[in-house]
């Protein structure tokens, strides 16, 4: 069964650092989507992305936070520059239509961790 | 602001015991309603979803949810559960207007542990 698989599983940086989250969504799927949870939170939308641009955006997802489809198999997260608030589980989805029913499918998360 | 509001955070049950889980959301328009479960050392994937029609949805593994939309409330329910249910478990709305790309508003989460 095809899945969205993302890489790193665990990163590891220093405040003001950049950081890329890498992710694969499923071959066929054309919307994307970057959520976090930081520990004991809810997970939070970031951003969603379509036809190479965003599509909606959280207040969340500042100028620090940018996203990317460098080729056409990965989806990527980067954070410019890196604050301990940042330190969360990352996970990316995708989704074969953005209609609000669809299911997202969703990767296994990066977990980010600032020092 | 949109949110979403699980009740329970952690529920601790024998098997075959009933399970109700209650979801809560606030917005003002037309929504569409999910759970996602999440079991250990696995990725978020959906239990079933809402979006018209029969608001007693049935989803994968028993599970059914219930749209009440005066009570804006979405709560999962199993009859029985079983050991292999411990997971945690999310609802989840996607607000429904044109344009939107489906973006979730998740709830904090109810973990489920089921004693054998």
């Known amino acids: 069964e095809p899945e969205v698989t993302q890489t790193p599983s665990h990163q590891v940086t220093q405040m003001g650092q950049e950081v890329i989250l890498r992710c694969v969504p499923i071959s066929n799927h054309l919307y994307f989507y970057w959520y976090r949870q930081i520990l004991g939170q809810k997970v939070e939308f970031l951003v969603s992305f379509y036809n190479n641009e965003i599509s909606e955006k959280s207040e969340i997802f500042d100028d620090q936070f940018s996203v990317e489809r460098p080729d056409g198999s990965n989806f990527t997260l980067k954070i410019r520059s890196t604050k301990l608030e940042d330190s969360a589980m990352y996970f990316c989805?995708?989704?074969?239509?953005?209609?609000?029913?669809?299911?997202?499918?969703f990767g296994p998360g990066t977990r980010l961790t600032v020092l | 602001a949109q949110s979403v509001s699980q009740h329970n955070h952690h529920v601790i049950l024998s098997e075959a015991a009933s399970l109700e889980l209650g979801c809560n959301y606030s917005?003002?328009?037309?929504?569409?309603l999910f759970w996602y479960v999440q079991y250990p050392g696995q990725h978020l994937q959906l239990l079933l979803k809402y979006f018209s029609g029969d608001p007693l949805v049935k989803g994968i593994k028993g599970f059914e949810a219930e749209f009440i939309k005066s009570k804006f409330s979405f709560n999962l329910r199993k009859p029985s559960v079983q050991w292999s249910d411990t997971a945690e478990y999310f609802c989840?709305?996607?607000?429904?207007?044109?344009?939107?790309?489906?973006?979730?508003?998740f709830g904090k989460g109810t973990k489920l542990s089921v004693k054998p």
């Open positions: 917005y003002g328009g037309t929504v569409n």
């Open positions: 989840a709305v996607s607000p429904n207007y044109g344009g939107s790309q489906g973006n979730l508003i």
């Open positions: 989805a995708s989704s074969d239509r953005g209609r609000s029913y669809n299911e997202q499918f």
